[in-house]
């Protein structure tokens, strides 16, 4: 076991606590990865509140990237010294799901309380989300990770872990956008940002925006955004038909929490259209809609983990878009901190104002 320094949630709605905590080597199909950029999601956020349960204490952290500086036995493809982006789909690669090209929905268990992570005295520590990276080392499966190009920054490539892939693939691969086709999508966040990224190099027709704030829809139209409707409108779906010339959209992709939203996608669609569900509510919360109405028209409700992603396929594929200058990823942080001042970074993204936080490891 190695000593290392973690942020560790002791008790839900509390800040996270700065601690040395213990690592273990990696296993048979594992490597350590040494963290130079850790950005935090909005479902670090929710976890750490307490929204969805879980074991505690638990270190967050899930959209790194780093330095390989240990190698498993059986692992194929990867050295020390590799630079890699970690992510939080540990997929076994051999169950139905996995074989059958979805590897998000992986229906192999992994015990992230019996993972690789210990308190400094040895007590059980959750590795949530099969990551932990809000850590300076983490200890994963081969699976989870992917090399980058040694001269792209860590800061831009930790994006591509989580909010780009949901983002980029909820557009491309769960709602399998055609050029020519009209898109809403609901919520200019971190991942709806990508979405509409995702829309545009699709080869969108037409890329709703819908927001609370003028702010927001600006920052969309940044990003390929061709409307903005406010969603503080009477029936902002009447302002998106208006937009899309009198005709529903062909996808409506709900990237926030609030059930509202949920509620009201479907109304966005046009005949044959498809609303995909990829924010993350709190468990419990309900939604409901009109069956009659998706039955009449042949629409359709689909619900998209991290965007359908085949990390090895798209990951790769969206570090060329970036290269190119067709991917915008350096606009979508916001600010860098130190791991010490992560509760501060935690703060400011929960204010909304923000794109990506990004925890930089060398930063004192
Ligand atoms: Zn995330
Ligand atoms: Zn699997």
């Known amino acids: 076991m190695q000593t290392i320094k973690a ?12 601690e040395d905590i213990q690592i273990a080597p990696p296993q048979t199909g594992e490597v350590e990865v040494t963290l130079d950029a850790v950005a935090i999601c909005h479902s670090d956020i929710s976890y750490a509140s307490g929204a969805w349960g879980g074991f505690l204490p638990a270190v967050y ?7 390989i500086t240990a190698v498993g036995p059986a692992v194929g493809g990867f050295a020390i010294g590799d630079p890699v982006v970690v992510t939080l789909i540990r997929a076994c690669g051999s169950c139905p799901s996995c074989a059958g090209g979805n590897p998000t929905i992986c229906e192999t268990p992994y015990d992230t309380v019996k993972g690789p992570l210990r308190t400094a005295d040895g007590g059980p520590l959750e590795q949530a989300m099969a990551c932990g990276a809000f850590a300076e080392k983490v200890v994963v499966s081969h699976r989870q990770i ?5 001269d792209m920054p860590k800061d831009v490539a930790s994006l591509l872990s989580c909010g780009v892939i949901t983002g980029v693939g909820a557009a491309v691969n769960a709602a399998g956008l055609r050029p020519g086709q009209d898109v809403v999508v609901i919520g200019a966040g971190g991942v709806g940002l990508n979405a509409i990224q995702g829309a545009r190099i699709a080869g969108a027709r037409r890329i709703v925006a819908v927001d609370m704030t003028e702010d927001k829809l600006d920052i969309a139209a940044e990003f390929g955004a061709t409307h903005g409707v406010l969603a503080t409108s009477k029936s902002p779906w009447k302002d998106a038909y208006k937009a899309l010339g009198g005709r529903g959209a062909d996808a409506v992709l ?3 929490g609030a059930i509202p939203a949920y509620d009201q996608a479907p109304r ?7 609303a995909v569900m990829i924010g993350m509510p709190h468990s419990g919360d309900q939604s409901s809609y009109e069956p009659v109405i998706l039955a009449a028209l042949g629409q359709g409700l689909i619900g998209s983990k991290m965007g359908d992603v085949v990390i090895q ?12 200058g067709r991917l915008k990823l350096d606009e979508l942080i916001s600010g860098r901190w130190s791991l010490s001042q992560i509760n501060e970074a935690i703060a400011d993204t929960k204010t909304g104002s923000a794109k990506r936080n990004v925890i930089m490891f060398d930063k004192a």
């Open 313 to 324: 396929r798209d990951i790769p594929w969206m570090i060329d878009l970036y290269e190119q």
């Open 268 to 274: 966005y669609l046009g005949p044959g259209g498809k």
């Open 61 to 67: 952290g899930h959209e790194a990237a780093g330095v």
């Open 146 to 150: 992917v090399k980058i190009p040694s």
């Open 254 to 256: 709900i990237t926030v």
């Open 7 to 18: 942020a560790v949630c002791r008790a839900f709605g509390d800040p996270l606590v700065i």
